[in-house]
């Protein structure tokens, strides 16, 4: 299967500081990529979805100008966490959508995540 | 409002007995189906998905089946095994948005 790869897994920074997660396609091209929130023993929180070329559409109650979402390339999304606090600690992951026709039947894949921690 | 619901957050089943988790949700515009594995820690592991114009889809000893008419598909693990025990998130997507479900966690006891 298709290969989504995030950088870094796990990220310690202290409080105020800003934060960049990586999400990339390897091996397929995705117009479309997601990003989510995972709490412990919570299901998977959709924060939004990333559009190439375009503004990312936010979910209800996620704050844009915290979570800065950029959606370069057909293989690269990124989400950066700024001014992160000790609250906005969780585990991030993003999935990637492949374009229509790439063989793939609506499936989505997803990174294998990135713990952040704020001190 | 959950648009997919998991009722069971758990499930025990003896090794190779059958696995059956179930999935219901409200939106009949869901075009795709998908379930995925986790474990802790990790992010999830795609399984099997179904489009909303099939009934049925296999691949090895997982079988996803769709009820389009009381909106509800169930994922069948046939043997079960040690290694399947995990936490199984089912997904519906549109185009554009992709909604889970709260998962089930599943344990299966060798």
Known sequence: ?119 | DQQVKQNSPSLSVQEGRISILNCDYTNSMFDYFLWYKKYPAEGPTFLISISSIKDKNEDGRFTVFLNKSAKHLSLHIVPSQPGDSAVYFCAALTYDKVIFGPGTSLSVIP
């Open chain 1, 1 to 119: 299967g298709a290969v989504v790869s995030q950088h870094p897994s796990w990220v310690i920074c202290k409080s105020g500081t800003s934060v960049k997660i990586e999400c990339r396609s390897l091996d397929f091209q995705a117009t479309t990529m997601f990003w989510y929130r995972q709490f412990p023993k919570q299901s998977l929180m959709l924060m939004a979805t990333s559009n190439e070329g375009s503004k990312a559409t936010y979910e209800q109650g996620v704050e844009k100008d915290k979570f800065l979402i950029n959606h370069a390339s057909l293989t690269l999304s990124t989400l950066t966490v700024t001014s992160a606090h000790p609250e906005d600690s969780s585990f991030y992951i993003c999935s990637a959508r492949p374009l229509q026709g790439s063989g793939y039947t609506g499936e989505l894949f997803f990174g294998e995540g990135s713990r952040l921690t704020v001190l």
